[in-house]
């Protein structure tokens, strides 16, 4: 198994470097969420403040770049070099998956970034099924390698259906995320990895403890399609059938807000557009990640930087015509909601 996690590391990274990985029919929703335009904003642009305070640390922009990779040599590069973007404009950044540095303690080096981004926000990540059958000292002990500041728990269990070394027992999930809730130090963010979180599950975490949610909502990058891209036969004619299965991102924010969990969204955020409405939805912050890993293949650590710096802008453009001065206020800012979301959300 061991080799099996270094090659599918390889290949995810392969797939993400393209478009053929997107949801095919099934959009994020975000294009229903209509922000009300005011010719009178009574604001400064240069003044806009986009600054917001995230488990305990504040970022300069509510923006995530959001967990890709790790347990491959080029995965040390991308995490290095996307961290060092993190940590000097401000954002919060997420490792990938820590399953292959579990299974392959020599590939740990793959995941560090901390001396590149000592001050950023860092998530570390591993999946339910991993955390029920590994002890939390052991959990504890691969954050403390990495010196992740809080513990992504991911939930992925149609990717996992269609990955051919997939997992097929998701059993004790809800009771896993109570075990770490109540015995590790560091804060528990519930993850999903493209399918979006109900408002079943939102609630059901809630009620646990569980305060921290990251939507990773159908719309963006289809993992499901990624494993199917890398199957054959049988998994990749369920693959084809469940490719655009999940909740879409905007749909998935609302349910973890309403459960009252402080949420980051992630799922096919592009644009600077997509984060304010993400925002006004009630994220507190909004995660990217297969268009800035693009960026960085296509145009280097400044490719990067620009495609970034473009998000920001476009970002504090949107609150200025909104009149919103600071993130808290685009939280409150009114809104439209309209079409398909409308039905999710009702």
Not at 177 to 196: C, D, H, M, Y
Not at 211 to 222: E, F, V
Not at 289 to 312: K, M, P, T
Request: a negative charge; proline letters at 3%; glycine letters at 10%.
């Amino acid at each position: 198994m061991s080799a099996d996690i270094g090659q599918r590391k390889a290949d995810h990274l392969d797939l993400c470097a393209t478009d053929d990985v997107a949801f095919r029919g099934r959009t994020t929703l975000l294009e229903c969420v209509r922000l009300v335009h005011q010719s009178l904003p009574e604001a400064d642009f240069d003044s806009i403040d986009t600054r917001v305070r995230l488990l305990g640390k504040e970022l300069r922009a509510p923006l995530l770049i959001a967990a890709m990779t790790g347990g491959h040599e080029r995965a040390a590069e991308i995490n290095q070099a996307l961290a060092s973007i993190a940590s000097e404009r401000g954002y919060a950044f997420g490792l990938g998956s820590q399953r292959a540095m579990q299974k392959r303690p020599e590939t740990s080096w793959t995941y560090q970034v901390r001396e590149l981004a000592p001050d950023v926000l860092l998530f570390g990540n591993v999946g339910v099924v991993q955390a029920r059958a590994l002890p939390t000292e052991v959990l504890a002990q691969m954050l403390a390698e990495v010196d992740a500041d809080a513990l992504c728990v991911h939930m992925n269990p149609a990717m996992e259906l269609v990955q051919r070394e997939g997992d097929r027992d998701f059993r004790a999930g809800l009771e896993t995320f109570q075990r770490l809730w109540s015995e590790l130090e560091a804060p528990v963010i519930a993850k999903e990895t493209g399918n979006g979180i109900s408002r079943e599950v939102a609630t059901k975490l809630r009620a646990i403890g569980i305060r921290y949610a990251d939507t990773s909502g159908a719309g963006g990058t289809s993992w499901v399609g990624v494993e199917t891209l890398r199957a054959e036969g049988e998994g990749q004619a369920l693959g084809e059938a469940l490719w655009d299965w999940g909740i879409p991102t905007a749909a998935s924010i609302r349910y973890c807000v309403d459960a009252g969990m402080t949420t980051i969204a992630t799922g096919g955020i592009r644009t600077g557009m997509d984060v304010a409405r993400a925002i006004a939805l009630g994220a507190s912050c909004a995660g990217l990640a297969r268009n800035v890993y693009q960026a960085l293949l296509e145009g280097g650590l400044d490719g990067a930087r620009s495609f970034l710096w473009q998000v920001e802008r476009e970002l504090r453009s949107v609150m200025l015509l909104c009149g919103a001065k600071t993130i808290e206020e685009l939280q409150q800012a009114p809104r439209i909601v309209t079409g398909e979301l409308r039905d999710w959300i009702a």
